[in-house]
């Protein structure tokens, strides 16, 4: 079955810690996006990609880093430089920015 | 910039019930208005994907209906069951070179048996 996978699904960062969460696609989207969601504020997008080799950053960008080497594969990187980075994480991809979007089941990130 | 706002945060309807959830936009230049389901501690499940030059879209007990004049969507929901508890988000792609999909808060529904 075609989908995206996130992990891993917990994951505990220590103080000063950069941590990588993984997002892989075999749906053949050229698109990926990475979202952060906090409770009572919706999901915020960190940073996205169009094609391989190419990324732009959301709106809430600092303290994140992000590469894009392979189409199925986008993965976050959550640095030290992120102050707050306990969340709910989501990556999504579609086949361009205009069609349905598909969600992973997500990464809860906390600091410990 | 493009705001997405679902009022109320959180509904409680009986079963058995026809509700509405409301999602309104500021910016009518909309590629796509997309509704999705969230569990809790889940991702989120795509319900219904509306075209900017569509005024409506329906699966099953679902039909969501888009006003772009207005800044308006609504997402029906017919005979409401409690498996149809969940977190209802509304979200729009704008239309530009970086266009990219802006959530509302969404609104939690519960049906009680």
Redesign the interface.
């Known amino acids: 079955d075609g989908g995206i996978t996130?992990s891993p699904k917990y994951l505990f960062r220590k103080e000063g810690q950069n941590v990588t969460l993984s997002c892989e696609q075999n749906l053949n989207h050229d698109a990926m996006?990475w979202?952060r969601q906090d409770p009572?504020?919706?999901?915020r997008?960190i940073y996205?990609s169009q094609i391989v080799n190419d990324f732009?950053k959301?709106d809430i960008a600092e303290g994140y880093s992000v590469s894009r080497e392979k189409k199925e594969s986008f993965p976050l990187t959550v640095t030290s430089a992120q102050k707050n980075p306990t969340a709910?994480y989501?990556c999504?991809s579609s086949i361009s920015?205009?069609?349905?979007?598909?969600?992973?089941?997500?990464t809860?990130l906390t600091v410990v | 910039k493009q705001e997405v706002t679902q009022i109320p945060a959180a509904l409680s309807v009986p079963e058995g019930e026809n509700l509405v959830l409301n999602c309104s936009f500021t910016d009518s230049a909309i590629?796509?208005l997309?509704w999705?389901r969230q569990d809790p501690?889940?991702?989120?499940?795509?319900l219904l994907?509306i075209q900017s030059s569509q005024r409506e879209q329906t699966s099953g007990r679902l039909n969501a209906s888009l006003d772009k004049s207005s800044g308006r969507s609504t997402l029906y929901i017919a005979a409401s069951q409690p498996g149809d508890s969940a977190t209802y988000?509304c979200?729009v792609?704008i239309t530009g070179a970086?266009?990219?999909?802006?959530?509302?808060?969404?609104i939690t529904l519960s049906v009680r048996p």
């Open positions: 996130q996006y979202y009572g504020q919706g999901l997008l996205y732009q959301g709910f989501l999504a920015r205009d069609d349905d979007y598909t969600f992973g089941s997500g809860r | 590629y796509n997309q999705f501690g889940k991702g989120l499940t795509s994907l988000l979200a792609v970086n266009s990219k999909l802006t959530f509302g808060k969404g």
